[in-house]
């Protein structure tokens, strides 16, 4: 089975989100910037600020830190392409949500949601899985599964794309 999204996978500042937005642009339907981000200190608000800049002004925002399941349900329509910015902030956001459980319920929604959504989706992600496994829990959580997501969103992808120094290698494109 592949169904209608796209996942672009890439380090910190390797220009996912450009070829994203790009990737976005090009699919000719009104495009949705949803936002996982969430701007806690100055540092974060100048990357956000700089990130509404340099794309289009006309994509409206829809920011979800939590149920991403629900905002693409709400918002997705056969005419539509969301643009999800991005998988690692929703991923740590729900890790260090008050309940437990918070992981587990939004993944498993997300990955249900995937399955019925009328319109495209291009969801970016960091790959975060190529240095050692590290020492905290959290942490290794977190590496954990982020490679866990990735798989499972990218089995069902028609497209997945891994950007390297602003470069794409395509892991996977089905016509
Ligand atoms: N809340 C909110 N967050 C935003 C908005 N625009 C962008 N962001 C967040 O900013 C984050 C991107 O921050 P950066 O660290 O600068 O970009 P990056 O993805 O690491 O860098 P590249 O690989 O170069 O794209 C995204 O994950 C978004 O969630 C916005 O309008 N509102």
Redo the contacts with the bound molecule.
């Keep these: 089975m592949s169904l209608n999204h796209t996942l672009i996978l890439?380090?910190?500042?390797?220009?996912?989100?450009?070829f994203a937005e790009q990737l976005a642009l090009n699919s000719n339907k009104a495009v949705i910037?949803l936002?996982?981000?969430?701007?806690h200190d100055s540092e974060?608000q100048a990357?956000?600020a700089?990130?509404?800049q340099q794309?289009p002004t006309d994509w409206p925002?829809v920011?979800e830190p939590i149920t991403l399941a629900d905002a693409l349900q709400t918002y997705s329509t056969k005419d539509n392409c969301i643009l999800v910015?991005?998988l690692?902030?929703w991923l740590s956001n729900c890790l260090c949500h008050a309940r437990a459980d918070c992981w587990n319920e939004q993944k498993a929604a997300l990955l249900a949601a995937l399955e019925h959504l009328p319109g495209q989706v291009i969801f970016?992600s960091?790959e975060v899985g190529h240095g050692i496994v590290p020492l905290g829990e959290l942490s290794r959580e977190f590496v954990d599964e982020s490679g866990w997501l990735h798989q499972a969103i990218a089995a069902n992808a028609e497209r997945v794309e891994f950007?390297m120094a602003g470069l794409a290698l395509t892991l996977k494109e089905q016509s």
Excluded at 35 to 39: L, R, S, V
């Design positions: 890439g380090g910190a500042r390797s220009g996912k989100s450009r910037y936002a996982t981000g969430q701007a974060m990357r956000i700089h990130h509404q794309r925002l920011e910015d991005c690692t902030l970016v960091n950007i």
